[in-house]
């Protein structure tokens, strides 16, 4: 089988990770919040049928280790109490994200101006965050407002977000210097943002729990959930695709297979049926691919 991969070389540590299909997915709700909370988005997530586990470490009374969240594949971090460290937890992010983890920060970790609700640590010094933490929270009734990367993967199937009484939300509408916006609240507050810099990065001006958790937060008949599940998935690597070196399809791997992808790199699409010729997936479609398919019709594992 054919991997994709990302290699993450920042901060002090170095990875290559690699890609894992939906329903595989392990996530970790590193909250400071209540169990309610944490139960209504746990009961959100699952229900998008994306993740094989969601589990919530309560980082109230305790500050998860690297090694522990090598566990999971991505992580969600919001707050609305004090976490047990803010400093200890914001250098495991930034270590974590340095390994290859998805992070995924939201309100009020992305917001408030409470000491010991945002992360600190590495994860602030070190430039890991796209919305500026602690510019103060912005409240009252909000929905979604501007797309601004409508094909972003944060926004897959996203068509409303009513964000309750409430919509707790950044102040700011600053982002980093790595960070972009992808989504507006009806005021132009910050939605959904993402990095130049970090793949693995998103932040969210949105409180994760829904009004079944919380009675003023979003509605859970729009697409809160939607958003908490695109910003996590968007935070690791793609899928691994197949690796079929049968390239005409015509049942058997052989010197057959080797021509026609000569064909296909030479523009020649004759009895290719595979819907991509960069067999390689290294993003360009050359005498690599030829290589590639050589060496597998040779019996050699997928490149």
């Known amino acids: 089988m054919r991997f994709a991969t990302w290699t993450i070389v920042v901060g002090l540590l170095g990875a290559t990770f690699t890609g894992v299909a939906s329903g595989q ?87 408030t101006t409470t000491v010991g609700r945002s992360l600190g640590g590495r994860f602030r010094s070190g430039g890991y965050e796209i919305i500026p933490t602690q510019s103060g929270n912005t409240g009252g009734a909000a929905s979604l407002g501007t797309i601004l990367l409508p094909n972003h993967p944060t926004m897959n199937d996203v068509g409303t977000l009513i964000g309750g009484t409430t919509a707790s939300r950044p102040t700011t509408t600053a982002v980093t210097s790595h960070g972009y916006k992808v989504a507006l609240w009806s005021d132009g507050k910050t939605l959904v943002a993402a990095s130049n810099l970090y793949p693995n990065r998103i932040d969210l001006g949105m409180y994760p729990p829904s009004r079944d958790g919380v009675s003023t937060s979003w509605d859970p008949a729009t697409d809160g959930a939607i958003i908490l599940a695109n910003a996590i998935n968007a935070t690791l690597p793609p899928p691994p695709p197949p690796c079929d070196a049968d390239i005409n399809c015509d049942g058997a791997v052989n010197g057959i297979d080797v021509e026609v992808q000569e064909l296909a790199v030479g523009g020649e699409m004759t009895d290719y049926c595979l819907p991509d010729a960069d067999f390689n997936q290294d993003g360009a479609v050359n005498g690599t691919d030829v290589e590639a398919v050589e060496l597998v019709v040779g019996g050699e594992p997928c490149p």
Do not use: M, R
């Open 25 to 111: 997915i392990h996530v970790a709700l590193v909250a400071a919040a209540g169990t309610p909370q944490a139960n209504d988005v746990i009961a959100k997530l699952t229900a998008t049928g994306n993740y094989a586990s969601v589990t919530y470490i309560n980082a109230q009374t305790v500050t998860p280790t690297l090694e522990q969240l090598q566990g999971y594949n991505a992580v969600l971090c919001w707050s609305n109490n004090t976490f047990q460290n803010a400093e200890a937890l914001g250098d495991v992010l930034a270590d974590y994200t340095d390994w290859g983890g998805g992070v995924v920060v939201a309100v009020f970790a992305t917001s």
